[in-house]
């Protein structure tokens, strides 16, 4: 049995999100399905994290343990063949140590999020990012995210479908940045809680039409309170960027990682 560890990159679009599902298909479940076109092997791939329908991803990293013989290689070639037309696709495979886990080994993970702020209708982004035609203050809603930077309980930005233990998290970084028409924000930590990320870009967004102000991000924080959330941003703008598995040192009480579901 080899463990082979993949980095997958998939349009959100048609799918119900990364987890199988009864009800519609799943990136998981197209993985799967050429997994066993290629090995006639019933295995499971598990990703470093769990998105939500309409989530993308430029480098989810999974693994799946395999009997037969495959270089890297022909594994990732033979993929990409059986994945067609479905917008999945391995950019890389590579043999892994029997005890390396996509999930409980990542030590850090990336999102991004897409705001085209423009009033004419997208075109080649329909789909890929949150078009907002009211003109954004990226400088206001960078120093705002700020507030969120740190461990923090943030009931206020969680799912009520959230399955993680705690509320607690720790958000290494939050920054927002302009390119053109394009606000971006880049959020990295151990994990998220379910929605976390949209939520928190939802009420960014408030802050940068001057509907909210910093303070009023900070009382909703505090409030550890879903009903105080302003807005849950969609799902067409979010990307999961990568995840992190460099060695590093986590203190005995560090954050559990059963949830990381955008």
């Known amino acids: 049995m080899t463990r ?3 980095l ?3 349009d959100g679009r048609p799918f119900m999100g990364w987890q199988f599902q009864d009800h519609g298909p799943s990136v998981q479940g197209a993985l799967e399905e050429a997994v066993y076109k290629v090995t006639q092997e019933e295995a499971q791939v598990v990703a470093a994290g769990r998105t939500d329908a309409g989530v993308h991803a430029l480098g989810m990293t999974a693994h799946v343990d395999i009997e037969k013989p495959f270089t890297p290689f022909k594994l990732r070639e033979a993929l990409n063949a059986r994945l067609r037309p479905d917008p999945v696709a391995v950019l ?3 043999i892994a140590e029997p005890e390396f886990h996509a999930r409980f080994s990542a ?9 085209i702020n423009r009033r004419a209708p997208l075109t080649f982004d329909k789909g890929l990012a949150w078009q907002v035609a009211v003109p954004l203050d990226h400088e206001a809603m960078h120093e705002a995210a700020q507030i969120l930077v740190g461990r923090h309980d943030f009931t206020t930005f969680r799912s009520v479908h959230c399955q993680s233990a ?13 390119h053109g028409e394009e606000v971006v924000i880049e959020a990295e930590a151990r994990s998220f809680l379910h929605h976390q990320v949209r939520s928190m870009v939802g009420c960014l967004k408030l802050v940068g ?3 909210w ?5 900070e009382n909703a924080l505090h409030a550890r309170d879903r009903a105080a959330l302003g807005f849950n941003a969609p799902p067409d703008g979010l990307y999961f960027v990568e995840a992190g598995y460099e060695p590093r040192p986590f203190p005995a009480d560090a954050e559990p990682i059963e949830e990381d579901d955008e």
């Open 4 to 6: 082979f560890r993949l």
């Open 8 to 10: 997958v990159e998939f």
């Open 92 to 94: 890389a495979c590579e």
């Open 107 to 115: 030590t850090r993970r990336r999102y991004r999020y897409r705001i």
């Open 166 to 178: 705690s509320p607690l998290k720790t958000l290494d970084r939050l920054d927002v940045s302009r």
């Open 209 to 211: 039409e001057g509907k």
């Open 213 to 217: 102000t910093a303070r009023d991000l």
